[in-house]
């Protein structure tokens, strides 16, 4: 066996990541650390694969030259790195367009700046949204930091930045909301077919009445779809009226006070539910990303450009337009960037508008006409 393997500070280490069932390399060489998946469950075989991988590297490293590894295996190599985070499902969904664009059985090294300019081009002309094109960007350079942290051989690349268009914020009114609500009403009744609501079987009425309760509780918290969809009883406490909320995608904990429909809908299901999360599957797993039936009730409801966001950005909206300051709101939603908060800043300079002239309205009303 080879010395340099021996020393103690680069002893091996295999070991088991999020939710994989593989096992993963994982070790510090020359002060660089070095991590991948085995893409096997026996463990000799993994330790094996570890003893080849150092020496392979110390080769490369004394000589002079990097390991191959082509786009596909560098861009699988990083959603595989993403597992057990909530980015690995979106990563997940763009991973298959973005291979088939690009020619994925090539090595990582041979990809160009030229190549991404193209690939941009290409996406946008076929109609991709920019900000689509911007997730399949981001998963590329994902990939091509990563095999160059890996030790690959890997290329100078400068990625195409991509602008956004800018379009107004887009919230629900107080009728766009009752004409929602009325279209996810559990005893709503579609069509002179559809039974009373008691007479429905009961997984029915167990979707209808979770779609309904959620999209109340997006609208009154501001919280995005996965962290209520996802939510445990453990986070709730009914007696102070608060919910303790973990967001995942900032990694941060804010506690938030309920409305009262949002009480009175958490002390319902709290009496009919005894699972460990709110909003369950059939297996009694978490709901998650389940949205059939709103997005059918947004369409119903004829409420054009919105999205499931929307009922964010509706309750941000309103916590402007009645008063609370962009900083306050910040903290609300949970931002850990003031910029992603800025984009409800015109709301609030019209309520600061709307204040000036009542206060020149007040100041008119005490001087009396004709006077200085």
Request: aromatic letters at 8%; glycine letters at 6%.
């Amino acid at each position: 066996m080879l010395p340099f393997i021996m020393r103690g500070s680069q002893r091996m280490s295999i070991v088991k990541r999020g939710n994989s069932k593989y096992w993963y390399i994982q070790f510090q060489l020359n002060g660089q650390t070095y991590i991948k998946s085995s893409r096997t469950l026996n463990k000799k075989a993994a330790e094996q694969m570890e003893v080849e991988w150092k020496a392979k590297i110390h080769g490369e490293q004394f000589l002079g030259h990097r390991q191959e590894i082509s786009i596909r295996e560098a861009i699988e190599e990083f959603c595989t790195s993403k597992q057990g985070t909530p980015h690995h499902r979106t990563l997940m969904y763009f991973c298959r367009p973005v291979l088939k664009a690009l020619p994925s059985h090539k090595p990582i090294s041979e990809l160009t700046s030229h190549d991404l300019e193209r690939f941009k081009r290409d996406r946008l002309r076929d109609g991709v949204s920019p900000q689509t094109l911007k997730h399949y960007l981001n998963l590329i350079r994902g990939a091509w930091k990563l095999a160059r942290k890996l030790g690959y051989r890997v290329g100078d690349l400068e990625f195409p930045t991509v602008k956004l268009p800018k379009s107004a914020l887009r919230y629900l009114t107080h009728e766009e909301e009752l004409r929602l609500l009325a279209c996810l009403d559990p005893l709503r009744v579609d069509s002179k077919h559809m039974p009373a609501f008691d007479d429905r079987p009961v997984e029915q009425q167990r979707n209808m009445q979770d779609a309904y309760d959620l999209v109340v509780l997006l609208l009154d918290t501001g919280a995005r779809y996965s962290e209520i969809a996802n939510i445990e009883w453990s986070r709730i406490h009914l007696a102070s009226h608060t919910i303790h909320l973990w967001r995942p995608k900032v990694q941060n904990e804010g506690i938030l006070y309920m409305t009262d429909r949002v009480h009175a809908i958490l002390t319902r299901r709290a009496g009919e539910n005894l699972g460990k999360y709110v909003f369950q599957n059939r297996n009694g797993g978490p709901r998650g990303y389940v949205v059939g039936s709103i997005r059918k009730a947004i369409k119903k409801a004829v409420l054009l450009d919105c999205t499931i966001h929307t009922l964010r950005h509706t309750h941000a909206s309103r916590l402007i337009q009645n008063g609370l300051s962009v900083y306050e709101v910040r903290e609300v939603l949970g931002h850990t960037d003031i910029k992603t908060t800025m984009r409800y800043a015109h709301l609030e300079s019209r309520q600061v508008t709307s204040k000036a002239r009542d206060v020149i309205n007040r100041l008119n009303g005490e001087v009396p006409a004709g006077h200085d």
